[in-house]
């Protein structure tokens, strides 16, 4: 922040909690809805790499906070070893909350952004990795409110708890650990402590995957979260929370759509952590106001059904 890296100071955020079941984590940041970068032109979730628009290669490199490296296990086809996995975490010039970073797996590559196993396992093992329960990371598709087209994720904590982390949830498949989340806006739920994490990425990678396939938007969200339960968890798996839950929202596309006033629809929002635009909005609003809000970006009943359903019988088939 003193090295002027940062479009505007962050400080620290009015916050309140929405009554209602939900337990929305409201603030206000009303910078970010003015300062940060104006989102590309997408069209197509997609949509190819375009070197010549905004991209995580064209950065000042003092916003390159660290790199993290790994060396991938297993040969590619021609059974050569693969190359070290790189991601790269960046600053965001443009926070939303304390710690608000980038992760970008090699920026030189020029990925578009549509996830990879390396990019979903990486981030199951970075909220794994942090000492702190409320560091959280998602990932917005094309359509789904991401602003630039180079594949990245995002990082930040947030020191308040979440509904997402511990509402019970339906199991779909369970020899694939793929859940449906109950009582919280329509996502598919997946769980991975340490020793499940591989398995679990590659099982999250086949839904995104097929959801790209099908052009369907959608956002992500890890967190460290209790094990998949159909009822309300004991508390000592409660406060445990020693493994990591991830969300996945299918949802309707947004391409040059109108914003919202209050907040946009995206990984967080989802999540139960709405960053409001303006003072009246974050004053005013209601939990009922907020469901209403994010139910006109999520499929209908009948659409998360037949999808739910196609995804059931496509992991069966695999």
Not at 35 to 63: D, Y
Not at 144 to 151: D, I, Q, T
Not at 204 to 220: K, Q, Y
Not at 224 to 250: A, F, L, Y
Request: charged share 25%; proline share 5%.
């Amino acid at each position: 922040m003193d090295r002027g890296l940062f479009r505007y100071h962050l400080g620290d955020l009015q916050t309140r909690i929405l009554p209602g079941q939900h337990g929305y984590v409201a603030q206000l940041n009303i910078q970010r809805g003015k300062e940060r970068r104006k989102p590309q032109e997408i069209l197509s979730i997609q949509q190819e790499f375009n070197a010549k628009q905004f991209n995580f290669n064209k950065i000042n490199p003092e916003e390159i906070i660290f790199e993290m490296i790994k060396g991938c296990e297993g040969g590619n086809e021609n059974g050569q070893l693969h190359e070290p996995c790189r991601m790269v975490v960046l600053v965001n010039v443009s926070p939303l909350e304390f710690g608000h970073c980038l992760f970008v797996p090699d920026p030189s590559r020029c990925f578009p952004q549509v996830l990879t196993r390396f990019a979903i396992q990486a981030s199951i093992e970075s909220v794994l990795l942090s000492s702190d329960p409320g560091f959280r990371m998602g990932f917005n598709s094309l359509g789904a409110f991401a602003s630039v087209n180079h594949l990245h994720l995002h990082g930040y904590y947030l020191n308040h708890e979440l509904k997402i982390e511990s509402v019970p949830s339906k199991v779909l498949v369970p020899e694939k650990g793929f859940y449906r989340m109950l009582d919280f806006p329509g996502g598919f739920l997946f769980y991975a402590e340490s020793e499940q994490v591989e398995k679990v990425a590659g099982a999250i990678c086949r839904v995104t995957d097929f959801l790209v396939s099908g052009n369907v938007a959608h956002n992500l969200f890890f967190t460290r979260g209790c094990p998949p339960c159909d009822r309300i968890q004991k508390e000592e798996d409660h406060r445990s929370r020693r493994g990591v839950r991830i969300v996945v929202w299918p949802r309707i596309s947004c391409f040059g759509a109108k914003e919202e006033s209050a907040f946009n629809v995206a990984l967080c929002e989802l999540a139960g952590h709405l960053p409001f635009k303006n003072q009246k909005d974050y004053d005013d609003t209601t939990e009922k106001a907020v469901k209403d809000i994010i139910q006109r970006y999520l499929l209908s009943d009948e659409e998360f059904d037949t999808l739910e359903q196609q995804l059931s019988r496509n992991f069966h088939d695999f």
